[in-house]
């Protein structure tokens, strides 16, 4: 099991960038596949991207594709989420989710298919 903190999320106008960053302590990251998910009230937790333990391969949701990007710093235990050309729509609390490598699956989509969540940070984005 490991332990996840999520961080940077903020107020930001229409148009404007973020970085979220999520931290993980209890375990070497490298073992994990990670995954960002969002959460705006009264919705359900919706898939937003994953990456790979190696950060070879990375998959997004399509509400945010081609304006998110997923990363990893394995050597600092850390999992970045860098979103540009954010829009009302995009606002929710994000979370951070760890699955443990099999040494099949690269990736996983689902929220029912990580192990470990963070606590969430909050994203809103002002029109």
């Known amino acids: 099991q490991v332990q996840l903190v999520e961080s940077g999320g903020a107020l930001v106008q229409a148009g404007g960038s973020l970085r979220l960053s999520c931290a993980a302590s209890g375990g070497p990251l490298r073992t994990y596949v990670m995954g960002w998910f969002r959460q705006a009230p009264g919705k359900e937790r919706e898939f937003v991207a994953t990456i790979s333990w190696n950060g070879m391969k990375t998959v997004y949701g399509d509400s945010v594709k081609g304006r998110f990007t997923i990363s990893r710093d394995n050597a600092k235990n850390t999992v970045y989420l860098q979103m540009s050309s954010l829009k009302p729509e995009d606002t929710a609390v994000y979370y951070c989710?760890?699955?443990?490598?099999?040494?099949?699956?690269?990736?996983?989509?689902?929220?029912?298919?990580?192990?470990?969540w963070g606590q969430g940070t909050q994203v809103t984005v002002s029109s």
């Open positions: 989710a760890a699955q443990w490598y099999n040494g099949v699956y690269l990736y996983y989509t689902g929220p029912y298919e990580y192990s470990d």
